[in-house]
């Protein structure tokens, strides 16, 4: 099933247990890639209002980690962690993610998964593709159902307004 806007399309393929997000921005790769790459800016964009990302700690390398808080209006919080493996500067990079506690212990009770985030510079700006790979057709449907599709959307949104103020 895929979902189709100006400058965004999301396709969710279950059987292949994969989620393909393409979204378009009117910024150089360098500037998207920025906001992607340091924590003084993805906490202001990564959450979908009225939640708030504060990172706890980043390390943006083949090796390294991000580490942060979604917190809820009231709030709760929900922890993450992301482990980086492939880094191609301004081009892509590869990471997996998954719940925790604010000790870096996994949870078990939700699904993690693989990014795969591939930065192309077009004509008049930055096309981002971010490819999702679960291990299961039941981890993707539970991530949907948390609602990853329209918080995903929101958060890219604000990523539209930060760079409008970076450029």
């Known amino acids: 099933m895929t979902t189709t806007t100006k400058n965004f399309a999301i396709n969710k393929d279950a059987a292949n247990k994969k989620i393909t997000v393409i979204r378009e921005f009117d ?3 360098e500037s998207v890639w ?4 340091e924590k003084e800016l993805l ?8 939640y708030k990302t504060n990172t706890k700690s980043l390390d943006f390398r083949e090796g390294g980690h991000w580490m942060y808080a979604m917190e809820g209006p009231d ?3 929900s922890w993450v962690m ?3 493996f492939k880094i191609n500067d ?3 990079f590869t990471a997996e993610d998954y719940f925790c506690n604010d000790k870096r212990e996994r949870s078990n009770e939700l699904p993690g998964m693989f990014w795969n985030n591939v ?3 077009t004509g008049s700006g930055t096309k981002v593709t971010v490819e999702l790979t679960f291990t299961s057709e039941d981890d993707l449907k539970k991530i949907l159902e948390l609602g990853f599709e329209p918080g995903f959307t929101a958060a890219l949104g604000n990523l ?3 760079l409008e103020t970076l450029n």
Do not use: C, I
């Open 27 to 29: 910024a150089p790769v």
């Open 34 to 37: 920025k906001a992607w790459t």
């Open 43 to 50: 906490d202001q964009w990564w959450a979908p209002k009225p």
């Open 75 to 77: 709030g709760e919080k």
């Open 82 to 84: 992301v482990n980086f």
């Open 90 to 92: 301004k081009k892509s």
């Open 119 to 121: 930065f192309t510079p």
């Open 160 to 162: 539209d307004e930060l």
